[in-house]
């Protein structure tokens, strides 16, 4: 995995933007076996290194990811889960012409007012008031990765509830400008948060705008599901981005 500027000479690059409640480590059981790939995993505003960065609107999160974009050698491949998916989508649709291909994983449609809701570790005394809700709504009754755990414990509260309402604002893919480049569009089988017919939406929504659009679903995981399932999502990634 390529952190830094030292770009391997012609290879692809890909910029991974994680989920809510992780941080550019997430990526990390992706990078075993690779071919030699420009791989960047920014921290977006509230997590990881950014963590005392606060979104105060969605366009934050997709200035970040600009802003990691921006020095990347092409082809450029954007992957994003969930919160990242979201600012995938909209960081390709203003410059779509830089890139090769984007992949969605487990993203919501759009942003939604239920969002706001889930903004309540302050209101509920700190981190330990939403854990659980939120290890339900990503594994289900599934074991939970030490590591979820662990980052999800890291985030403080205010950083918590900034981001789930700058999530809210997320337009969403219906209105998002197109074509997109091609695009592959992942669910999994027991996704209880995003679950498969969002991501036929979001296919939907996307063919809608002239975009080429794979949809696939993997069976055995929940919201997290490149956490339970790596090799999967992995196999299915490369073969999209197809030069590598």
Sequence with gaps: MTGSHDWADGA?????LHPLGHSGAFFGQLDADWPAVNMVCPDLPGHGTRAAVLPKTFRDFVDVAADAMAALPTPIHVLG???????AGELVATAPDRIA?????????????????RACACAKGGMDGVTEDTLARWFGHAPRPQAAMEALSAMSPGAFDAVWHAFA???????LPGPLPPTLVIGFTDDISTPPHVQDDIADALRATGTAVRRVDVAGAGHMGMMQQPDAVLRLLTDHMGTI
């Design 101 to 117: 291909t984007l992949t969605l994983v487990a993203t919501p449609l759009r942003g939604m007012p239920v969002f706001h809701d």
């Design 81 to 87: 889960h969930s919160l990242g998916g979201a600012v």
């Design 169 to 175: 604002g997320f337009r969403g893919f219906e209105a």
């Design 12 to 16: 692809s690059s890909l910029l991974a």
